[in-house]
């Protein structure tokens, strides 16, 4: 019985690790996204200081207009590059993310199926179908999470390109 507690040790001590990994990767990339973002806000900040000097000295109406439409022009490329540099790291995250579950669902199921293997082995249940099933269940379902993290890769990155062409 000591063989079969050890065991399950050992599968939730490579489940709390592969859960720090993911916290881990989740707080390093919100910090990245706060510094992008609190970067852009202070920048924004001091150009609209500026701007709010230089339109104070402006007496042409026609000088004016040109001040205010460089600054929106400028205002808005500043935040379409933060929200493409956020739209990136949620890219990485998202494909980091993908792989680290998708090697704990293999690793995973490969370990569970190996502990069932030994849990049966003392059993008289002789019954090779069921292990089978069971197999094949952990396969499909790791088949069908890797298909759906390339999907949603694939999209998300067919939208960050779309929003780069745009931009051109």
Known sequence: MASKQEQMNELQKKNLEAAMRLAQLSIENSQRIMEIQVTTAKRLFEEGVENAKALSSVKDPKNMMELRANYAQSTTEQMLACARQIAEITASTQAEFGKLVGEQLTSGSTDMFEAMQKMFKGMPISDQNALGAMQTAMDTTRAAFEQMTRASTEAFQ??????????R
């Open 158 to 167: 067919a939208f960050t390109q779309q929003g780069t062409r745009g931009r």
